[in-house]
């Protein structure tokens, strides 16, 4: 899988785009942010989200529940604990 750094407008962390499967992932690490930082990164990178075939992947200090309400009704989401404590949470457009 080769993944290339791509620049996202408004956004503080390295963001990366890779495919698979005939899915578009953007994906970031979150773990040594402090809040606000990774909900406003996150908020800001799924605006690129343009369609079904596309996702963003975020890695998290701990799952951002408060987030999921503000996205709710235009992305999905789906959790993954990772050993060290921290989540793997991937974003796809409703």
């Known amino acids: ?17 890779y495919e698979k499967d005939g899915i ?11 809040p606000p930082e990774p909900m406003v990164n996150t908020m800001n990178a799924l605006t690129i989200l343009k369609d079904k075939k596309e996702r963003l992947v975020g890695k998290f200090f701990h799952e951002p529940t408060p987030l999921y309400d503000k996205i709710s009704k235009y992305f999905s989401h789906t959790a993954q604990e990772l050993e060290d404590g921290s989540f793997l949470i991937t974003f796809a457009k409703l």
């Open 1 to 17: 899988m080769n993944k290339q750094k791509v620049e996202i407008p408004l956004t503080t962390l390295p963001f990366f785009k």
């Open 24 to 34: 578009v992932y953007y994906e970031f690490d979150a773990t040594e942010c402090s």
